[in-house]
């Protein structure tokens, strides 16, 4: 009889000891949702903030662009422009990240080293892409974007705002695939298409 109440009294204890884990494990929990339910609006204004990119590829040829080419192109260029945004903000090649090669590249890490020397930062607001892809290689290996941009340009000089203006600018654009994504590897403002 003793052992059994011996038993019964750990299994109670084992319980117990149950219960006040999962007690911690529910306050936890219950402050984790409550954290993302607070940091919620932020991100989700971030999301609000990214480029606007319309693709058309009607026009492409030789090789017209398959669905999946499209979407990939689409993810990628819009990409491209968030971390571009996020370059010329911050003074940093760090957001560029691989989006950027070749003379795009060697054009953005220029320009950034430019504001950092000067002390100046840019943000690109309110972006919006109307872009047509009007070439694309026979061997999918290339393709050729006019981007009709548009956005809000603010210079600034630390906090204070010294620019701001709104921009309409046309770029002629090259991409090409990578090893996991496709790539900018020219980015050139001309005055029209």
Not at 19 to 31: C, E, N, P, Q, Y
């Amino acid at each position: 009889m003793r052992m059994r109440m011996i038993a019964v009294t750990a299994t109670k204890t084992m319980w117990a000891n149950h219960l006040i884990r999962f007690g911690r494990l529910a306050k936890l929990i219950a402050i984790a949702v409550a954290a993302i339910a607070l940091l919620a609006p932020r991100y989700s204004v971030c999301a609000d903030s990214a480029p606007t990119v319309v693709l058309n590829t009607g026009k492409a040829g030789p090789r017209s662009v398959e669905s999946p080419t499209e979407r990939v192109i689409l993810r990628d260029y819009r990409f491209a422009w968030a971390n571009l945004e996020q370059a010329m903000e911050s003074s940093s090649t760090a957001p560029l990240s691989g989006l950027f090669v070749g003379t795009a590249n060697a054009w953005l890490t220029d320009a950034v080293a430019s504001q950092r020397r000067n002390g100046l930062s840019s943000r690109y607001l309110n972006q919006n892409h109307k872009v047509d892809a009007v070439f694309y290689a026979p061997e999918g290996d290339m393709i050729e974007l006019e981007d009709t941009a548009d956005y809000d340009l603010q210079i600034l000089d630390g906090d204070k705002t010294v620019h701001n203006e709104h921009v309409v600018v046309h770029y002629v654009v090259l991409m090409t695939p990578a090893a996991d994504r496709w790539v900018i590897r020219q980015l050139q403002a001309v005055p029209q298409f």
